[in-house]
């Protein structure tokens, strides 16, 4: 009588040790939520107007600034959208030609003298801000700034900023789009860059919004 009784314990126990590891098994091979649905980064930069963007438009020296948004409106009034992208560029003169932009210095022409091919090369700001750059591109046709002929594209020296905004300006009895700057550095002030109709302009216009 005891030989069975014996045979039944072992039985008995093979089956819940089979049982313990069937469900260890189970939970060890669960993908874990992580696994089954990743978080994308909320830092990602859109495609559309990324480093590739970027270096086709305006050379490889210059780099979006993922810290600043681009802003889109018709900043020349033509009734097409425009883009104005924050960006780092170490030597935009150098690509000025082949990529067929403009690189201009609006606020030192507001102050007296604005030629970028001297103010680039002795600029006063402090070196951290100096190849902080605002990238222009005026939209042309139905594809606006997206089009890869017929668009004009400028390149804003010796502006450092913080933050960068589109809002209206009256100008001449007219409103219009134009680009807010809260400047970086030692001044703190918020500047507007206007298109007068032939150029970009800049005007100080008082303290940060911030």
């Not at 003169?93 to 403009?102: G, I, R």
Request: charged fraction near 20%.
């Amino acid at each position: 009588m005891r030989f069975p009784y014996s045979l039944a314990l072992l039985a008995l126990a093979a089956s819940l040790s089979f049982s313990q590891t069937s469900v260890s098994f189970a939970q060890t091979s669960a993908p874990t939520p992580a696994q089954a649905s990743p978080q994308k980064s909320a830092k990602a930069v859109s495609p559309e107007i990324g480093n590739d963007y970027v270096q086709k438009e305006f050379g490889s020296t210059c780099t979006i600034n993922p810290a600043v948004a681009p802003i889109k409106g018709d900043f020349n009034a033509d009734g097409v959208e425009d883009i104005v992208i924050a960006a780092r560029c170490t030597n935009p003169m150098l690509d000025a030609d082949e990529h067929k932009f403009e690189v201009i210095d609006p606020s030192n022409a507001f102050y007296g003298f604005g030629n970028p091919k001297i103010t680039t090369q002795y600029s006063t700001i402090p070196p951290q801000f100096r190849d902080m750059a605002i990238l222009i591109v005026h939209g042309a046709g139905a594809e606006a700034w997206h089009s890869s002929t017929g668009k004009a594209k400028f390149l804003i020296v010796n502006l450092p900023y913080r933050q960068i905004v589109a809002r209206k300006l009256t100008l001449k009895k007219k409103r219009i789009t134009a680009i807010y700057v809260d400047e970086a550095g030692d001044s703190q002030i918020t500047s507007v860059v206007y298109w007068d109709g032939k150029k970009y302009r800049y005007e100080p216009i008082g303290a940060s919004t911030d």
